[in-house]
Structure formats: C-alpha cells, structure tokens
C-alpha cells in the first residue's frame, strides 16, 4: 500500500509495525519485522529525516531523560508522525508526477503521429516478432480505460492463452466494457473452454459466430491490433497496429456487425454453452404440463385437467425431454429445476 507513496517493503514493514503500537525501539521493530536490528535503526533514522517518525519524547517512551538514550541506557524509541500531516506531501507528489506523466504521454503521442504521417499516414504500425506483438497487445489491454473488443479466432500464437488472464483480470477490475465474439472452433480445447468459462464468469460478454474473418482486439475504439500472415514476415509472428482511421472505424463497425449476429454464451456447471434460440425453450402450454408432471400428477389426469389428449401430453413431455437433452423423466425434473424452466 505504502510503495505507492515511494515507500520500499522494509520500510513499510517497519512502518505497519510501529503503527500498531504508541513507540518503539528498534530492536523491538526488528523482533517484530524479522529485520536485523542494524538494518531497523537504519529505516528508523531514513524515516525520521524524511519527517515520517519522530524520537519520541521522555514521557512518551518511558525514558529517565535524554541523557540515558545518548549515553545507551535505553535505546532510542520511535513515534509515527500521524499519517495525515506526514504522508500528504507525499500523495500530492504523487499525484503530481502522475500528471506530468500523462502530459508527456500525450505530447509523445501526438509526436509520433506527427513523423509517422510523413511515413505511414500515421495509421498503421507493422510489429515483427514473438515478443513485440505479445508486448503491444498487452499495452492494448492494459491501457483500455473504456472499452476492449476481441475477435476469438483459432489457437493463440503470439500471445499464449494464459498470459491474457492477468490483463484481462486488470481490465475488468477497472471496470473496462469487455466484449468478446469467438469463433466456434475456439472452443473445442478443453483447456480453452476452462479458461473462457472463468473469464465469462469474471464479466467477459462472450457470443458465438460459425466463422470469422480476422483475429483482433480493439482498444476504447483509439487502438487495434490484427495479426498478419507469418508468411510475409519471414515465419515469424506480426500484426499490424491500427490508429484512429476510417480504417479503424471499419473494424469497428465490423465487430458490432458480428457481435449483433452472434449467438449468446451462458455458463453452466458443465462449461460454456450457447444460450437457447426461442424455439429451443419451452412454450407456456408445455410447461403447464410439466409443473403437472412435477407434482406428481399422471399423464392421463394431466391430459384431463389441461383438456388435451393423453397422446398430446406425452408429444409435449417428449420435446421436453429433447429441448433438455435428457433420456428419463427424473433428469427432466432435475435440468427444469437448473434451468430455471419453473
């Protein structure tokens, strides 16, 4: 929590600990740490200088006076310096250098889109190599404020599958839009259908098409990243990276088109399934019958009181039992009730 204020681990430790208590020497910081006492006295004196702690006073520390401490009869306790006086300075520096950096982001941003225009148009950058495609599409990821949109097509080259899940779990945590469109061949791994079922879980909009054209992912519509084919870089992976264009309005557009016509995916205890189509969900005359058949009432009293065939009855169970994919009525109960059918 601390080294976000330029505070290292040790010093944090020894700071933590002396919070707990009203003074301390370092010795007993040291026993309280696991640090050596010559390395807490040194954080103590460092703290100190930077107006953190303080030497605490004779009442406070319980010392016969000053005089014992510089002689050695008592060591040297510390107090904290209360946090609200002590570490606000520190915030503001922080805050500080955070603007000054997003500043020089975006003076270096619109310099090199000023030399690329001369070059490239300032749209699109080739990538060549396992490590700089994988590194770029982390910095799409992780520098997502708003909004990410994936394309899932084949199996992972560049990126492997488990070294998304860090930014993927960064960018939900800060409450980026994470949509997704996957090809239906992606998910026939195990090991895919595994790591898609917890991303879903964690907040992934995940849909499904029969094909796609291209992998991408897109970035707050600012940014996107499509692979090229490794026949043109000499077998080594590449993508290019798209800036703000009619090019990456284009692809923008193309992903909304494929998310509108996908299928929805749900998750279930047995993996990722797509979400049933309207006629693959019961009809209200068909769950008349099986709430009829849950309580226990027989077909041909079921078919009596819905004033139905028996023959009628039993066709509406069947396509209960199919829609289900169940072989017995006791499985159709229990897929009713998870599904949530009554």
């Known amino acids: 929590m601390l080294q976000a204020l330029g505070l290292g681990p040790a010093e944090e430790a020894i700071y933590t600990a002396l919070l707990a208590r009203p003074t301390a020497s370092a010795q007993d910081l040291a026993r309280q740490t696991g640090l050596d006492k010559a390395e807490s006295m040194r954080i103590l004196l460092d703290l100190a200088a930077r107006g953190l702690v303080a030497v605490a006073t004779e009442v406070e520390s319980g010392a016969l006076d000053s005089a014992d401490c510089e002689a050695g009869l008592r060591p040297a306790h510390y ?3 209360p946090p609200s006086v002590a570490l606000a300075p520190l915030l503001v520096e922080q805050r500080n250098a955070l603007h000054q950096a997003e500043t020089a982001f975006s003076m270096l941003t619109e310099q090199y889109r000023s030399t ?5 148009g300032g749209v699109v950058e080739v990538v060549v190599g396992v490590e700089q495609v994988a590194h770029r599409f982390h910095q799409l990821q992780r520098g997502a404020q708003r909004e990410l949109l994936v394309f899932l097509v084949g199996a992972p080259i560049a990126v492997p599958r488990e070294d998304t899940d860090t930014s993927e779990s960064s960018a939900l945590d800060r409450g980026v839009d994470f949509r997704v469109v996957a090809d239906k061949n992606y998910l026939d791994s195990h090991d895919v259908v595994r790591d898609v079922r917890a991303a879903v879980t964690a907040g992934v909009e995940l849909r499904l098409v029969d094909s796609l054209p291209l992998k991408m992912v897109v970035s707050d519509r600012e940014r996107a990243m499509v692979p090229l084919d490794m026949a043109d870089s000499g077998g080594e992976p590449s993508a290019i990276v798209v800036h703000r264009s009619g090019l990456l309005t284009a692809l923008v ?7 509108a016509q996908a299928r929805p995916m749900y998750t279930s205890a047995t993996g990722v399934r797509e979400e049933p189509a309207a006629d693959q969900q019961p009809t209200e005359e068909e ?35 199919d829609l289900a994919g169940v072989e017995s009525r006791l499985q159709l109960g229990w897929h009713a009730a998870r599904a949530g059918w009554l």
């Open 116 to 120: 690329a225009a001369h070059t490239a």
């Open 79 to 81: 107090r904290l310096t």
């Open 253 to 259: 557009h193309l992903f909304e088109k494929e998310w």
């Open 287 to 321: 769950l008349e019958v099986l709430a009829l058949l849950l309580a226990g009432i027989s077909d041909r009293r079921a078919a009596s009181q819905l004033g139905l065939s028996i023959r009628t009855v039993e066709r509406r169970i069947r396509r209960l039992m």
